[in-house]
């Protein structure tokens, strides 16, 4: 049974960083794109930034470009955002996804929906203030 276990969530005042990490287990399925998707009360699900676990750059809404970074290790299969100069508009509930084959949508536009990811965390919160 393949689970991802988000960690790394907080509380932070604007202008300081986080990271979050999120790490598969249960299964050496590897996963063709992991992402973090956050939602905020009030707001639509917004995808932050994705990476295929295959190689090639990832990607990364406008939103935080500059700001934030991604990065796999395929050692133990962790995906992890490090997250600089925090806002409180990036105040939300983050989640970890994955998708073992992608479809259309997720191969193409990875941060454009969720629903496309097979795999989903159980959210960690984070508050800036």
């Known amino acids: 049974h393949v689970q991802l276990e988000e960690s790394g969530g907080g509380s932070v005042q604007a202008g300081g960083s986080l990271r979050l990490s999120c790490e598969r287990s249960g299964s050496n399925a590897r996963f063709n794109t992991m992402a973090w998707f956050r939602q905020a009360p009030g707001k639509e699900r917004e995808g932050v930034a994705a990476i295929f676990t295959g190689g090639g750059a990832p990607v990364y809404a406008d939103s935080v470009k500059g700001r934030f970074a991604l990065s796999y290790d395929k050692s133990t299969n962790t995906v992890r955002l490090q997250m600089y100069n925090l806002s409180p508009e990036d105040t939300a509930m983050y989640y970890c996804?994955?998708?073992?084959?992608?479809?259309?949508?997720?191969?193409?536009?990875?941060?454009?929906?969720?629903?496309?990811?097979?795999?989903w965390g159980q959210g960690t919160q984070v508050t800036v203030s």
């Open positions: 996804v994955a998708a073992l084959r992608p479809d259309y949508v997720v191969a193409n536009k990875p941060l454009a929906r969720a629903r496309g990811y097979n795999y």
